[in-house]
C-alpha cells in the first residue's frame, strides 16, 4: 500500500485562479476539493447536493435569499442541497470543499 499525506498548503500553492476548485482526494462517493476565493461569485444551488465549507484561511460569506452566513478560519458550514445560494469574501480566503462526485451548479445564474 502507498500511503501519502495531502499537505494543503502545497497545494494550495499551486492554485492560481480564483473560484476554480481543484480535486485533492477522493472517499467514497466525496471529492475534496481547495479552492481560493476573493470577491463576488453567482447566485446558484446544488441540487440534492449538500455542500461542506471549510475555511482554512480567511473568512467567506454566502447570501441566500433569506439572509447570509459568516465563516472563519477554522469554521466550517454546511449547505444544504437546493439552496440558493451567493458565496463571496471581503479579501482571498482559502476553502476546503467536500461535496458529492458530480455535484453540479444550477438555477439562476445571475451575479451580484
Not at 498548503?9 to 481547495?34: A, C, M, R, Y
Not at 454566502?62 to 452566513?69: E, P, T, W
Not at 478560519?73 to 445560494?85: L, R, T
Request: proline residues 4%; charged residues 25%.
Amino acid at each position: 500500500m502507498d500511503y501519502q499525506v495531502i499537505n494543503l498548503n502545497e497545494q494550495l500553492s499551486k492554485i492560481s485562479e480564483l473560484w476554480t476548485p481543484k480535486v485533492v482526494g477522493e472517499i467514497n462517493d466525496f471529492q475534496f476539493k481547495l479552492v481560493k476565493m476573493a470577491g463576488d461569485f453567482i447566485w446558484h444551488d446544488h441540487q440534492g447536493a449538500d455542500k461542506v465549507f471549510i475555511v482554512l484561511e480567511g473568512e467567506m460569506f454566502i447570501a441566500f435569499r433569506d439572509g447570509q452566513v459568516k465563516i472563519s478560519k477554522g469554521e466550517m458550514f454546511i449547505v444544504p442541497g437546493g439552496a440558493e445560494q451567493k458565496p463571496f469574501t471581503e479579501t482571498e480566503c482559502h476553502i476546503m470543499l467536500v461535496e458529492p462526485k458530480g455535484a453540479v451548479n444550477t438555477g439562476n445564474i445571475e451575479s451580484k
